[in-house]
């Protein structure tokens, strides 16, 4: 039988096994080694077709989330679909995790998030106190129609226990 694994994967199996098998490295070479390991083997041409041999098995899609430790949803965005909707999925996540965020940071007052994390409290918390009256906020809305609703944490600090 031969390897289902590609060669840069099989590489990177060998030099971690090789590690392990002589106890040599520092502590960042194994960890370095391992994530080496862990990434050839998500992008492995043997995952999307061992998914695809298991959906030819009958293999629905709570199954084949499970083998691989993930959720549904996640285990369908990594695999469902052609070669080209996969690649064209990816793509897009990596141009969404590559850009900055898109939150204007020269809003007035600060997130719900922000008045939480300052006040120690929850976020629920936040919003019973501005629906009680005792935080003021107010929704503030862009020229592009996004809208985010902004906590003014210093015209009542003084008023709160």
């Given amino acids: 039988m031969g390897h289902f694994l590609a060669p840069h994967t099989v590489a990177s199996l060998a030099r971690l096994t090789e590690l392990d098998a002589t106890g040599q ?3 960042v070479e194994r960890l370095a080694a391992i994530r080496a390991l862990l990434t050839e083997l998500d992008a ?3 995952t999307l077709a061992s998914v695809r041999a298991a959906q030819g098995d009958g293999a629905n899609w709570d199954e084949i989330a499970a083998a691989a430790g993930l959720g549904v949803a996640a285990a369908k965005w990594r ?3 052609s070669d080209d909707e996969i690649s064209a999925r990816h793509d897009a996540g990596r141009k969404r995790a590559a ?6 940071t020269d809003l007035p007052g600060v997130s719900v998030a922000e008045a939480a994390k300052q ?7 936040i ?3 501005i629906s009680r009256g005792t935080l003021e906020s107010r929704t503030v809305e862009l020229p592009d ?3 985010y609703k902004r906590v003014f944490i210093e015209t009542v600090a003084s008023a709160e226990p």
């Fill in 25 to 27: 490295g520092n502590p």
């Fill in 79 to 81: 695999w469902q679909g």
């Fill in 99 to 104: 850009r900055p965020s898109s939150v204007p």
């Fill in 44 to 46: 492995d041409p043997a």
């Fill in 119 to 125: 006040l120690g409290v929850s976020a629920q918390a």
């Fill in 127 to 129: 919003y019973l106190r």
């Fill in 145 to 147: 129609g996004r809208q």
